[in-house]
């Protein structure tokens, strides 16, 4: 069946580690996103990428990076620069074109606590 | 600037119709959505409308657009408690997605 992976689910990592999320998607979709969800702070962009081998800041790009080798592909590092890691991310994927109507699949996300 | 607002917490008993309500600040929107998260999972969209719309059911769910006052909500009908979960409201602008805070809808029996 056709959808957003991430792994893994739960990750606990000290301080000053850094730490990458993974993200795969059969769609064929060619932009990918990473959000992160804090409680009562909704969903917060970090990076998005339209197309293979390009990518863009987000609103909270700081302390994170990304890289898009592949179509299927985005993986978010969080480095040991974000100053308060701990948070629910979620990855997300869309297609693009005229008939896009900006809808976007998510994967069931990660949860990262920084011990 | 982009700004998505939506209260934090909903309550409503089984059977009751529950309104969650949201309002945007960018006047070019073309579409806006609603996303319904289940815990510990990611969004799923539940249904969107385009922007010269008013009004959007799908079977027990209405959206209702107000463009004058960036106004909107989306109404459930017999709200049940498989529908406890958190909803967002999302603006399309500019290729991106900006989402709300997120209503926690709570259903008690």
């Known amino acids: 069946d056709g959808g957003i992976t991430q792994s893994p689910k739960y990750l606990f990592r000290k301080e000053g580690q850094n730490v990458t999320l993974s993200c795969e998607q059969n769609l064929n979709h060619d932009a990918m996103y990473w959000y992160r969800q804090d409680p009562g702070q909704g969903l917060r962009l970090i990076y998005y990428s339209q197309i293979v081998n390009d990518f863009q800041k987000g609103d909270i790009a700081e302390g994170y990076s990304v890289s898009r080798e592949k179509k299927e592909s985005f993986p978010l590092t969080v480095t040991s620069a974000q100053k308060n890691p701990t948070a629910f991310y979620l990855c997300?994927?869309?297609?693009?074109?005229?008939?896009?109507?900006?809808?976007?699949?998510f994967g069931e996300g990660s949860r990262l606590t920084v011990l | 600037g982009e700004d998505v607002e939506q209260s934090l917490f909903l309550s409503v008993r089984e059977g009751d119709s529950s309104v969650i309500n949201c309002t945007y600040t960018d006047s070019s929107s073309t579409y806006l959505y609603w996303y319904k998260q289940e815990p510990g999972a990611g969004l799923q969209l539940l249904t969107y409308?385009?922007?010269?719309?008013d009004m959007k059911q799908d079977q027990r769910l209405t959206v209702l657009l107000n463009k004058k006052d960036k106004h909107l909500s989306l109404r459930i009908a017999d709200t049940q408690t498989g529908d406890s979960a958190i909803y967002f409201c999302?603006?399309?602008?500019?290729?991106?997605?900006?989402f709300g805070q997120g209503t926690e809808l709570s259903v008690k029996p």
């Open positions: 999302a603006d399309l602008q500019g290729g991106k997605l900006i």
């Open positions: 997300a994927s869309s297609t693009q074109g005229v008939s896009n109507t900006g809808e976007l699949f």
């Open positions: 409308i385009f922007s010269n719309m």
